[in-house]
């Protein structure tokens, strides 16, 4: 194999990236061919921590699966679980109660602020920046506080159930929250002058990665990534699931499509979930949590698609049905994985620290790319 | 007019600097602000929440009886065979035949912890502990047994 | 009153009073090999333990506090686990060039810790040409880097080396006008002499904004030649997972980290020798009162003092700022700190000539 | 366009089209020989401007495979699923890598998990299996692994 020789015939350095390397944040395995310092080539080798979610789907039921979800995109598992109740409820035609349904969206949008918090740290440590990564961590764990006591555990929460959410809420959820909320607009000025501000990063991300919009619609790019590059793809307010078409909020656009771009969408995406918590942690309607449903779960015999937006892009299921209690196919459409192929276009002709800025904005989390 | 923009990049620059220096300099003044939390001492202290989900545990009273029928739904709901219920049967006094849990084996190795089990037992015999310190020295320890040796079944769970 | 040349020159005193000449001197010699290889591993322990707090403070952790009182005797522990690990070799290394690298890193910031002044009348060689000397002396230090990144056969290695390359042969140049502006000042090149021209204040506040500037430029300089963030190319972690290093283990790789310490407490030395007065204390002008109260801290104190407060800027430096790109990092030096560096040495110069300093 | 538009305009494209009924967006069944053509004319057609694949994927019937893409258009905001059935014994389709470019990576897992081979497709490699993978294509449902799978 050519790999092994660490040169190709045109005498370009051949560099693995991965699997284990700091930068990858997991078992990604890049193989990189480089002119000097300048990529000329990125090839992803994926499947270090492939489990076949889609095959092991097969053999659960309709309540079983989701819990397996929360492994794939384990930064946002409430979105993730999101999908698979939605998918259940819309092929059943069950009711969920306004209480669920608003509860549902809250922890969302606190996963999503989570998922950005870890991004925002890790990849300011990409960077060379180790301390971000530490204040980031703060306001995470705020929100894993709040997360462990409603829902009983800290990043795979399995909360959701097809007709609503597995319990109620903490009676100290909305104090909890409402102080996250002062602590988060204490601290997100600090973001700005550590990280945003600074000379340094902006030379590092602006003009790096470039993609255009008609490219990231081809890559099949979504979420922060495609709207870095100005296209309008927020699942919430295209094709508005649960009460997101009542919710005052808007869909962040950057046009540059480069890296730069790409962080402040996620940045102010954060603000805009703080603006959705806000409208509803005090209008949480009273009632049940979850809709009554039969012990066992069977979708019709059909096709069922579900999207939804994660933190990393738009997530969808695909459920072929048989009519029993099993999927008889499923496909989970990852957001990272078509993020992923569009790295090798992004990346050619930059320098190797261009590279781990590109990583670090499209926000790739391995088990999601490899399910 | 080229001199004038290099001047300003340059101020720019080192401002934007020392907007990040002061920031860092307030947290390495303020040790008020340091959020460690020093694990293994603050046992004592350590608050977990009280819906954490840790382990399995099936809850005894002081009989010793539990409320285990030995349905098998927990083992039905369980997505991957983390639950396995050994059944025998009892005589009851009138002579009669009853089905009761030999043993409810637990693998906690196996648990993801979603609840399931716990959602789908019919007579809530098992519920989840906020216990977290599982770490042992072998494997083979994390397989338990959840009804203590030689308890029954409370009067009146059916 | 107590001060290293008293101890100096009673150990002298002794020496030749017993021996004879020649053999004085040798004892004399291996007595400061000695010193020079103990204040290594001090510095090493105290640096890394300093930066190891600074770093935690920082991020709001509590940093090493398990070891000794308040964790101090963590780098102890650390450098007890280092000298028991196995120091490894690469199969297809070049052996030679992979182990000699390490201890000529080590040599060189040996060699540097000879014309600096610890104290009043305290150095170990008190040379007309230090400044010289010194920028001589620690471009020397590339080529252990080199050496490292070539002999490891690993191609993360050979980056990082190649990087280490370009940075430091740049950097030289502005560290060297910076150096400059204060030789022109003061008008010699020997450390001691330049510490002496500073007893009517430090050039710092004596030479305007010219010298603030040229002290900016030292500062970021040296910051790059010893490899420090936010100029950590060459081992850049989240890009060539340990750069020229990546292959070493051990005592190995104690030494490379070692140096690296003990080169940021070389230049910070010179920094401070250069603008802060050295082992001078804090003098202004006439202001004999002052002048003479400032006079009973010991001139070692003022020096450690002023070197280690620029070691907590480079430290402060490295856990706020993210790191440059290589082509950044170039341009910086050549669009940015040799142009202005220049015209600074102009402006010096001006002032040395017209007598516009203090 | 709602799905009866696109129904008309997709019948005046491609006569032979097959339409299922039933699901939340329009479903095409086509011939796997008429695919390439359709895709390009999908894409390039100004009012349907099919440019965003958001799903590409492969079922397996026991019979035959069932190849299923997910369209979507981000002008107009309308969805289509267009379904080609392969015979499994000799499973080619074309490639649509060059029109949606994100089928590069899609079709290479299709490719390995199910075994379809995508004609004149620029790298058709394993993307996520290992290296030198012998054996059954691991998403069929005849796939058999008795020492990882955990069987219930």
Redesign the interface.
Known sequence: MVEELGTNTEGDLIINVGPQHPATHGVLHLVITLNGETIKKVEPHLGYIHRSIEKMCESLTYRQYIYVTSRMDYLSSHINNHACALIVEKGMQIEVPPRAQVIRVLMDELTRIASHELWWGSMAMDLGAFTPFFHAFREREAINEIMEETCGARLTMNYMVPGGVLDDLHPDFQRKVKEFISLYKRKISEYDEIVTGNIIFQNRMKGVGVISAADAISFGCSGPALRGSGVSCDIRKIYPYEIYDKIEFDEVLETAGDSFARYMVRIREMNQSIRIIEQLIDNIPEGDFQAKTKAVLKLPKGEFYQRVETARGEFGIFIVSEGGTNPYRIKFRSPGFSNLSALDHMARGSKIGDLVAMMGTLDLVIPDIDR | MFIVNYIKDVFNALKSLAIGLRRTLFYFTHHKEIITEQYPDNRATLHLADRFKGEVVMPHDENNEHRCTGCTACELACPNGTIKVVTKFDMTPEGKKKKAIDKLVYHLELCTMCNLCITACPSDAIKMAQTFEHSVYDRSQLTKVLNKEGSKIMEGVE | MWSFSNIADIIHEWLNKTFNATLATLFEMVIAGVCVIGLFAVLGLILVIMERK??A??????GP?RVGPKGMMQSMADTLKLLVKEAMTPDGADKFLFNLAPYIAMMVAMLLMAPIAFASNFMMWNLNIGVLYVSAISSVSVISILMAGWASNN??SL?GAM?SGAQIVSYELSAGLAILSIVVLSGTLNLNEIVLSQADGWWIFKGHIPVIISFIIFIIAVTAETNR??F??AE??????AGFHTEYSGMKFALFFLAEYVNVFIVCAIGATLFLGGWMPFHIGHWEGFNHIMDFIPSSLWFFGKTFFLIFLIM??R??????????LLNLEWK?LLP?GMFNLLLVTAIAILGWYF | MDNEELKLAITALLPTANFEEGGEWLNILIEPTDWLPFAQQLRNEYALHFDYMFCLTCIDWKTHLTMVYHLSSTKYRHNIVVKAKLDKAKPDIETVCHIWRTAEFHEREVYEMFGVNFLHHPDLRLLILPDGWEGRNPLLKDFDDPVNMIKL
């Open positions: 600074v770093a403070w920082i991020q709001i952790r509590l506090n191609k993360y980056l990087r963030a936010p950590d190319l850049a972690e989240s890009e060539l997972t402060w430096f856990w706020t700022f993210p790191r440059l790109r290589i082509d950044q940015y202005i």
